[in-house]
């Protein structure tokens, strides 16, 4: 699997992206009922394989947030779900892979993915 097989998220790394948070930190799933420990968005006008905005994870934050701008390090890429997330952080900070998952892991613990980089140096554990 090469990250050319996703052309329009992995289109992002590298990249500064701003985000529409409408899952603020600490908030609640509408259906789901589980808790967000992250700010969890959207890019406006960018669409998904799955139809609506593209997702995106802003990580490294410790506070709730309605917008933010941040560096594309890496992109989740379901298997069993038609849904990609970038992952956001503020411009220079970086996260492994593990560190991906472990903040991630309260939604994506239950899909199968990949964990997509700008360089295969940066590709760690996926």
């Not at 899952?23 to 700010?39: C, E, L």
């Not at 990580?59 to 069993?80: D, M, W, Y």
């Amino acid at each position: 699997m090469t990250k050319s097989q996703y052309p329009m998220a992995t289109s992002f790394l590298g990249q500064m992206v701003t985000a529409v948070i409408d899952r603020p930190m600490h908030s609640q799933h509408p259906d789901w009922g589980f808790t967000y420990p992250v700010n969890y968005g959207y890019v406006p006008g960018v669409p998904a394989p799955d139809g609506d905005d593209l997702d995106v994870y802003i990580l490294n934050i410790s506070k709730p947030l309605q917008q933010f701008t941040g560096e594309c390090i890496a992109v989740i890429h379901r298997l069993n779900d038609n849904d990609d997330k970038l992952v956001l952080v503020p411009r220079g900070q970086s996260l492994t892979n593990q560190q991906i998952r472990d903040q991630t892991d309260f939604q994506e613990n239950c899909f199968d993915s990949v964990i997509l980089r700008a360089r295969r140096q940066d590709l760690g554990e996926s």
